[in-house]
């Protein structure tokens, strides 16, 4: 089983930056695939992105391709969702997510450990 911490969310105005931070801890973490998810009031939780255990193949939802970027560094045991142009859609907790399944589909996360969450609010 691995540990997930989430850093990073804040408030933001429409249209900039945040990079958000997920450090993993107990088992190896380059034998994850990793992801993030987010969930707004009142919404289902949603996919947001996810990358293989090199790092080498990436998926996003349609809602942020273009704007934002997972990359993960397995020396330190970290993966960062990049976000730009940021929308007040964009408002929600975000989670990261770590599986051992191969697949970068959001349903490889259907069992997987889980971050708290941090909160990322964008106003207009």
């Known amino acids: 089983q691995v540990q997930l911490v989430e850093s990073g969310g804040e408030s933001v105005q429409a249209g900039g930056s945040l990079r958000l931070s997920c450090v993993a801890s107990?088992?190896?973490?380059?034998?994850?695939?990793v992801g993030w998810f987010r969930q707004a009031p009142g919404k289902d939780r949603e996919f947001v992105a996810a990358r293989s255990r090199s790092g080498s193949i990436p998926n996003y939802a349609d809602s942020v391709k273009g704007r934002f970027t997972l990359f993960r560094d397995n020396a330190k045991n970290t993966v960062y969702l990049q976000m730009n142009s940021l929308k007040p859609e964009d408002t929600a907790v975000y989670y990261c997510?770590?599986?051992?399944?191969?697949?970068?589909?959001?349903?490889?996360?259907?069992?997987?450990?889980w971050g708290q969450g941090t909160q990322v609010t964008v106003s207009s």
């Open positions: 107990g088992r190896t973490f380059s034998s994850y695939t």
């Open positions: 997510a770590a599986t051992l399944s191969y697949s970068i589909l959001a349903s490889a996360f259907n069992s997987a450990s």
